[in-house]
Every structure is written in structure tokens, then in C-alpha cells.
């Protein structure tokens, strides 16, 4: 009884193919990209599924951007994962075989048509894009519009999530150490990399040709990962200042106009790792920036032998939406109070002339809060306490709440230092009241720290960072 038919198929996907009545064509289309697997041991000629692959490419390049391609990965989603009969059977087999105590081989064998019959059919749909000519750069593209179609709710479901799931193994698969480039920009590099660098950063605004150029100047260092078969286009970018200390403000970094072209040995001790950005959406999830900074160290100790301090200044997002939340909690219960001390209620009351935690959460909607030279330096140590328990603290499943937080002490990284008014522009002080992070890389100790966080969720942070954390346990009731 043939068990993956055209029938089968169809039923399988009848509300998806409901969902889309008089889309006729795009349900011939996927059909011929995602046929039924071949017999197991089979195997079909790779130019088969390159033509196939390539229709189905230039099929969705002309859909568009929007709903109709949410509309076709969904279905493709729904309606060509594994086959469910298939599935049955061959666990049934493997049952009988291991309650037969059937010989090692045939156990074996078993197993492998277990593993076969889980094969989604778009999962050849994709290996066949990978192999043709450009389609790595629209498997990237096809993930990215897949995430954007998942966050609009235009495509979502347990068979859209897992599509996502497949299609980000198999990218991390293709977009291993092995296949990566590391590449340096500079002032002499081609003008549409340092546009695309220019345009691709996301922590730090670039904000015209003289600002890019300072990055990419002395005492400064600019490093892409590109792929083998997409040569120069930039994937993730990392910027380095190179400094004679541990930086404790993005404005010295990103603002400082160095006055010399020629870089002083004696200055260079410490590189600070102040951005990190992936430029492919559809690369989500993928591990490269911990591979990128691993490759970075190397070219910069290569370089600079005297370098021994290596640090992030990092962004806290989050931070101020968090405390506002916690605010908001406050502000429910009249009177209550659960985050200040008496005396720091008082003076903020003093300089708002109003309730404390009913006019700060105001004043941090609006961040009209900085212009009170009063209020900021009132502010500092309970905002410190509050932002180290925010990422000390709070958690997601055992690790870090804070995404950047948690990517540098996946890293190994420790939890170094905590920076008041780090970055005080408009994006600094409405994501994090202007406080910013050092996460410090003890090279020696990386590889074992990152061992422990990931199995035993334990962060490692300096007593300054402690030191905050246990203030907030002393004077916070959360």
C-alpha cells in the first residue's frame, strides 16, 4: 500500500490548502519541490533536485515580500514534514525487533529507517537550494522571512516551528568555522562593505562617512565573518577600540577623534569589544558571534603581543522596560514601596516634588529625568543595585534574562563592572537609564566558565557587581 501518495498528501494538508483557496499553482509548485522521500537506501540524481530547487526559487522570488510567501512557508510547513504512516511503520519495526532480540544489524537497520522516515520532505527542498548557484544567500533570506512571518502571526503553529527548527540546524551546519572567512575593514575597503557595515550596526548608529571612518581608524579594529560561497558580504560584525584600560563609556569610544594616523604600542593594552551585530536576520541563532570573537582575540594577540585585558562594554536592553514594570507593580498598591530606601524616597520626592515611584516611572517613560543633574546623582546607586540584580538576578529557565548577558557568559565571560552614564544618547537612556556592562574574558578561565554557567546556570561576576547585588537584597523586597 503506497502510504505517501498524492491522496495522503493532500488530506494531510487540507486546512493549510482550504486556508488558501484558488492558490492552485502554489500547491502544484511545492509538491514538485518537496516530493515524497525515495525508498529508503534510494536515491535520487542531485540534478533532479537542483531543477526542482531552483523552480521553486524563482517561483518565490516573484511572490514577493509579505503575505503570499507567509502563506507558502506555512503550507510547506503543514503540509510536507515526515509522513506520519511512515513514521508508524517503521517504529512498529523497530519495536518488533527489539522485543524479537533480533541481531545487532537488524536492529540497526531498524534505527536507520526510523531515522529516514523522520525526514520532513522540505528538508530535501533545502539541501537541493543549498547546492545551486546563490541559494545559500536565499536559504538566509527564505529563514528571515520565515521569523518575520512567525512575528507577525502570519505564519505560527507547531509545523512552522518546527520548519524553523530544521532549516536553523542546517544553516548552523553550512555556516560552520569551516566555511567562515574572517575579514578586516578598513578606510582602503571596498565602498559597498563599509556601507553594508555601516548600515548593518545595530547597537551604535553610524551616523555618516566621517563616524564610519573613526571606527575603522587607529586605535580601532573592524571584523567580519563572510562565507566561502558568499565571498566580502559581511555576516556579523564586531568593532574593537583598542585602549590602555577597560573602557567605561561608548561616548570616549565612538566619539573620540584620534589625532594621529601612527598607533602607540605603549597605549595598546586592552581591546574592548563595543558592538557586535549580525547582518542576516535569517542567521538567528546560528552560533557566530562567539566563533567571531574567539577568531578576533587571535588576530589581535597575533598583532599586538602586549595585549592582555580583553572586555566587552556592553548595552543592558531591557533594563528600563523591566523597572518600569516594577514600578508599575509598586504604584498598584497605594504607599507601597519595595525598591528604595526611606531616606532615597525622600529626596527623590524632594527634587520631583511629587510621590517617588509614581513620578519616576513617569519621568523614565519620557527620560526627562536627565536633566536633573540632582536627580541623576540621587538616582545612581539605587539604579545600579536594581540594573545588577537585573542581570544577576532575574532569570529565563536558569540563565541569564538579558540576551547580551546571557551570549557573553555562554562566551565565558564574567560579569565585570557595571557603568553609570556609559551612554547617555536618546537610545543609552531609554534602554538602559544610560548604564552600560563590562563582561571581562580571562582567557585561561573561558572554556571552564562557560562549562559551568551552561550546567549549572552560575554566574560568575567581580565583588563590584556582588557588592550591588547584595545591596539590592538588603534594601529591595522583590
Not at 523597572?323 to 504604584?331: A, D, E, K, R, Y
Not at 523614565?364 to 539605587?382: G, I, K
Request: hydrophobic content about 40%; overall charge positive; aromatic content about 10%.
Amino acid at each position: 500500500m503506497r502510504r505517501w501518495g498524492l491522496p495522503l498528501g493532500r488530506r494531510a494538508w487540507a486546512l493549510p490548502r482550504r486556508a488558501m483557496a484558488g492558490r492552485e499553482e502554489l500547491w502544484q509548485v511545492l509538491e514538485r519541490a518537496a516530493p515524497p522521500l525515495p525508498p529508503f537506501g534510494a536515491r535520487e540524481p542531485e540534478a533532479a533536485g537542483e531543477a526542482r530547487a531552483a523552480e521553486f526559487a524563482r517561483f518565490y522570488g516573484g511572490l514577493g515580500p509579505g503575505a503570499a510567501r507567509a502563506e507558502l512557508l506555512a503550507g510547506l510547513a503543514r503540509g510536507f514534514g515526515a509522513d506520519p504512516a511512515r513514521v508508524a511503520e517503521s517504529s512498529a519495526q523497530l519495536l518488533e525487533a527489539r522485543e524479537r532480540r533480533r541481531e545487532p544489524g537488524a536492529l540497526l537497520q531498524a534505527q536507520a529507517r526510523l531515522r529516514y522516515a523522520l525526514l520532513p520532505r522540505y528538508r530535501g527542498l533545502f539541501r537541493g537550494l543549498a547546492r545551486i548557484d546563490g541559494g545559500l544567500r536565499f536559504l538566509v533570506q527564505l529563514r528571515a522571512d520565515l521569523l518575520q512571518a512567525k512575528a507577525a502571526g502570519e505564519a505560527d503553529g507547531p509545523h512552522v516551528k518546527e520548519m524553523n527548527e530544521v532549516l536553523k540546524s542546517m544553516l548552523s551546519e553550512w555556516f560552520s568555522t569551516g566555511f567562515l572567512n574572517l575579514e578586516r575593514v578598513t578606510w582602503q575597503s571596498p565602498c559597498e562593505v563599509l556601507q553594508k557595515i555601516s548600515e548593518a550596526e545595530a547597537v551604535h548608529p553610524v551616523r555618516n562617512w566621517v563616524d564610519i571612518k573613526r571606527r575603522v581608524g587607529p586605535y580601532r579594529r573592524c571584523y567580519f565573518f563572510s562565507h566561502c560561497a558568499i565571498p566580502g558580504d559581511p555576516l556579523i560584525v564586531l568593532h574593537v577600540a583598542l585602549t590602555d584600560e577597560i573602557s567605561s563609556s561608548i561616548q570616549a569610544i565612538v566619539k573620540e577623534v584620534s589625532h594621529t594616523e601612527i598607533e602607540d604600542m605603549n597605549k595598546i593594552t586592552t581591546a574592548i569589544f563595543y558592538s557586535i551585530s549580525l547582518t542576516q536576520q535569517g542567521l538567528q541563532g546560528v552560533e557566530l558571534g562567539n566563533y567571531l570573537i574567539k577568531r578576533v582575540v587571535k588576530e589581535l594577540q597575533g598583532e599586538f603581543t602586549q595585549i592582555k585585558v580583553f572586555s566587552s562594554l556592553s548595552p543592558i536592553p531591557g533594563f528600563t522596560k523591566w523597572l518600569i514594570g516594577l514600578l508599575s507593580s509598586q504604584t498598584k498598591e497605594l504607599g507601597r514601596n519595595e525598591l528604595f530606601t526611606d531616606s532615597e524616597c525622600q529626596e527623590i520626592s524632594e527634587i520631583t516634588g511629587g510621590p517617588a515611584v509614581e513620578t519616576l516611572k513617569r519621568l523614565l517613560t519620557n527620560n526627562e529625568w536627565v536633566r536633573s543633574e540632582r536627580l541623576v546623582h540621587v538616582l545612581q546607586l539605587p539604579f545600579m543595585r536594581l540594573c545588577a540584580w537585573y542581570l544577576y538576578g532575574e532569570k529565563h529557565r536558569g540563565y541569564a534574562l538579558n540576551p547580551v548577558a546571557n551570549f557573553h557568559l555562554q562566551n565565558g565571560a564574567v560579569m565585570w563592572r557595571i557603568n553609570w552614564m556609559a551612554d547617555t544618547s536618546p537610545r543609552g537612556i531609554t534602554a538602559s537609564c544610560g548604564m552600560m556592562v563590562n563582561y571581562r574574558y580571562f582567557l585561561e578561565d573561558t572554556v571552564s566558565n562557560s562549562a559551568e554557567y551552561l550546567w549549572t546556570k552560575h554566574i560568575k561576576a567581580s565583588e563590584q557587581v556582588l557588592s550591588l547585588v547584595s545591596h539590592f537584597q538588603q534594601h529591595s523586597k522583590l
